[in-house]
């Protein structure tokens, strides 16, 4: 079904004039004949210029975990594909699709969502949250970095399919500035109820557009439940399509955006009220926590050391070891412990003050002090899940990796950015 009352034409876009959907049943591993159907439904739907147009999540091949290697591959065809349309009707077309990356630690895949437009690829945002009942975890990595994407139709947001579950993905994106939000997904008719409310409710909470495509048909067991939607800022429903293959979609009133902020503001509204201090944790304190967070499923990620002067090297891998699960446990040498290791002219800052410089990083969760030489009775009182020291470090070397292994917890190490350390800036010092 179609939605469209007097589409606008211009060239110079600031904003979307139509938000739309091509919703279709995803063939498995057969990216060229998705993307005809894709083809034929959008010149049915006929979207004006300055349109954005959204297509399922994985729309060229679905979830066909034997063939990644090879969709991956043809993710740059079906790119060219979605630009030759989008030129021709002159819109932004936004979709997920497999996306090979090649880094140090070996080669990976991600569930990223390409914003396309005439002259190619304007942006990706790739899904942060991987749905694991599916195995989704065991062949993708995790995206980073969600920000909206810069197009000539402004700042869009983008979220994939399970991205949805969780409204600090569109608030962050909100709040720096988008106004509408892209929703790329494979969703079960079993959850369309919360397909519908979801939607809903990040619209309202972000008081943005929400366009949002999902799949229809049916892939083994799974019915999936189509009912693409758009979205208004005020949670109205402009668009919504049935449980079969089509296109739709409404025109997106720019001035319902402006009228809806202008009563009372909730999108951008991040003031920060948190006392990082209070991040600091004895270990009984922290236990409490952690049995909290074990309720709630986090997954712990533990590293220690002595942090005494702060550098670009310590807050690289700290950022890295946050990345590797739901909230991160820093256990910091107490300063008799330092001195034990490294002789009466360490530490150079205090317990509390290493303490609370690291209480200050956004990706510290906790600090916790230790008195002895080695973290070994905290780590083994805190059981992480995740254990993280310098790629320096051998595994068989790393103190509590033994214990965390046999617990069923995991050990990585993070390689170290170089030319940095205290002893070196100490040195420094003194020659200055």
Known sequence: MKYLKNPRKQTDFSHPVFGGFVQIDVLAGSPKQNLARVRELLESL??????????????????????????????????????????????????????????????????????????????????????????????????????????????????????????ELAGGQAARGAGVLVVSAQWPAARQGHWRILLQARAIENQAFVIACNRCGTTGDTVFAGHSLVVGPDGSILAEAGAEEGGGGAELDWSLLTETRAAFQTAGRTPYRFADQDKICELERLQEKVACYRQAGRKMVFTNGCFDILHEGHVTYLEAARREGDYLVVGVNSDASIRAIKGPDRPVN???????????????????????????????????????????????????????????????????????STTGLIKKIKTL
């Open 46 to 167: 006929a979207p004006p210029p300055g349109a954005v147009i959204v297509l399922p999540e994985l729309w060229s091949a679905g979830f066909f975990y034997q063939g990644l290697a090879g969709q991956a591959a043809a993710t740059g065809e079906m790119l060219a594909g979605l630009s030759e349309l989008a030129g021709r009707y002159r819109i932004c077309l936004a979709g997920s699709l497999p996306e090979k990356r090649v880094a140090p630690g070996g080669t990976n895949y991600l569930n990223t969502l390409y914003f396309t437009g005439p002259d190619g690829m304007l942006g990706a945002y790739r899904k942060q949250q991987l749905f694991a009942p599916i195995e989704e975890d065991r062949y993708f990595a995790p995206g980073d970095s969600p920000l909206p994407v810069g197009t000539p139709w402004g700042l869009l947001g983008g979220l994939v399919c399970f991205d949805l579950r969780f409204p």
């Open 350 to 420: 205090s317990e509390t003050s290493r303490a609370r410089l690291l209480a200050a990083l956004g990706c510290v969760d906790h600090v916790v002090l230790f008195g002895e030489e080695t973290p070994l009775q905290l780590i083994t009182t805190l059981m992480p899940d995740v254990l993280i020291k310098g790629a320096d470090w051998p595994v068989e070397k790393i103190v509590g990796a033994q214990e965390v292994l046999a617990a069923g917890g995991v050990v990585k190490t993070i390689e170290l950015v170089g030319d940095f």
